[in-house]
């Protein structure tokens, strides 16, 4: 195999890795409410579900380890809390957000059968296939990503070339901020720490001939490539739908949008076989999530068995009493504990990838307390409690645009780090 070939399987396999069915229904409702403003939302949204994500995937080349390598500087307490938090929130949120976007996209068009039917058999037949570790999910994880992507090229350049280029106004006030909030909701950051050391275990074995320098260069390298897809992708989307403001009400829901694009632009047979792609690719999801959680769970427990098969049904009985809810609650209800874990989470993904003098376990001690605690203003707001810590939060900066952990974290690290310098 030769370098360019290494270079595309590699970027291949990061690119299917982000490409989530979910993340599609973010976009265009993100250009739909932007109007005007979609390319400060583009920018936002690259920030938190691109660029953050891809430098997850550098932090495990260069560590060569798992999720519990990712925070073990903070110390090995912290980082065994962070892994059971980051598990229970994948399974309590993202893995039954696929049953969601199955019911409202691929069942509630064709069927009409309730939320909960769809949930429970979906997730009947996630757990069959985590107890049996089938590798025919990896087999039609391959295959659906291309030909959703497929899908999607011909809707965003049919909508670039039928469409005038006019935009209607934007509902935000701070659209690069919005967008990158709404990057949070896609799991990016949270899936290139929880499997990204899977990724790197997967290149190894598949490019075990190359010496690690050239396996680095090659994951950054696919890491820059599989980004700029990724980023065409979501821009074209977000585009897309900023330029159909007058097609759809403002009311129209995240599914509904991306249906009723799909519909505009393809057709109905397309609208039809793009759900049931999507559908395909969130079963997909939700058994991978499921397996990892419960591959992680086992692992603690010496390889228990029993705690493998306890945590899978554990994960599938959130699912089915999570994933009756439509997709609009349960985004809702992640917020607060995205704006708690993420930017722990990008901190975390940051620090990693710095050289080891710069960022010694003091650094990571300092900068992740400081995140955490800049983080709770911005928890409490989402949960409703705005009135009661405004007068706190009006002296962070940032903190207006639900970034109030930034400038904190940054100026705690230059300082520990130039106070270690000085000792030096």
């Known amino acids: 195999m030769n370098r360019k ?23 265009p409702q993100l250009g739909f409410k932007a109007g005007v403003s979609w390319g400060w939302v583009t920018l936002g949204f690259a920030l938190s579900a691109v660029l953050i994500p891809i430098f ?17 500087k903070v110390s090995p307490t912290f980082s065994l809390l962070y892994c059971y938090l980051i598990y229970a929130i994948s399974l309590s949120l993202p893995s039954p957000r696929t049953a969601s976007v199955t019911h409202e996209m691929g069942i509630a068009p064709l069927f009409n059968t309730s939320s909960w039917l769809t949930s429970t058999v979906y997730f009947a037949l996630v757990f069959v296939f985590v107890i049996n570790r089938s590798r025919i999910m990896d087999i039609i994880g391959k295959l659906l990503t ?25 509902e935000f006030p ?15 950051a949270i899936g290139a720490v929880v499997v990204g050391g899977v990724i790197i275990i997967s290149v190894n074995l598949e490019f075990k001939h190359l010496d690690y320098p050239q396996k680095k ?5 696919a890491g820059i490539l599989a980004g700029v897809a990724l980023l065409l992708v979501y821009a074209g989307l ?50 991978g999530i499921v397996t990892g959680a419960a591959d992680f769970i086992k692992g603690r427990f010496a390889n228990s068995h029993s705690a493998y098969i306890a945590t899978a049904a554990l994960g599938c009985v959130l699912g089915v009493l999570i994933g009756q809810f439509n997709v609009g609650y349960i985004i809702a209800v992640a917020l607060p504990a995205l ?3 993420y930017p722990v989470t990008i901190v975390l993904i940051l620090l990693n990838l710095l050289p080891e003098k710069t ?26 409690m705005n009135a009661s810590i405004s007068g706190f939060t009006q002296w962070i900066p940032l903190s207006e645009f639900h970034l109030g952990w930034a400038l904190p974290s940054a100026l705690t690290f230059f300082v520990i780090f130039l106070f270690k310098r000085t000792q030096i």
């Open 238 to 287: 977000i585009l897309t739908g900023a330029l159909m403001h007058s097609e759809f009400t403002k009311e129209a829901s995240r599914t509904a949008l991306l249906t009723g694009i799909s519909l505009h632009t393809l057709g109905s047979a397309a609208t039809l076989f793009l759900s049931i792609l999507v559908s395909l690719a969130c079963f997909t999801t939700a058994v």
């Open 56 to 72: 997850g995937i550098w932090a495990h080349a260069k560590l060569q380890g798992t999720l519990f390598d990712i925070a073990k």
């Open 174 to 188: 701070h659209p690069f901020s919005y967008g990158i909030l709404e990057g949070y909701q896609t799991f990016d």
């Open 146 to 170: 291309p030909a959703i992507l497929l899908i999607l090229m011909a809707i965003i350049l049919k909508t670039l070339l039928g469409y005038e280029f006019t935009f209607g106004n934007s």
């Open 359 to 384: 960022a010694s376990p003091k650094v990571f001690q300092w900068v992740v307390g400081v995140t955490l605690l800049f983080s709770v203003p911005d928890f409490l707001g989402s949960v409703g």
């Open 217 to 221: 260069r090659l994951i950054g390298q």
């Open 339 to 341: 704006m708690f874990i």
């Open 5 to 27: 070939k290494h270079l595309f399987v590699a970027a291949f396999a990061l690119f299917s890795l982000f490409f989530g069915a979910g993340n599609l229904i973010l976009p």
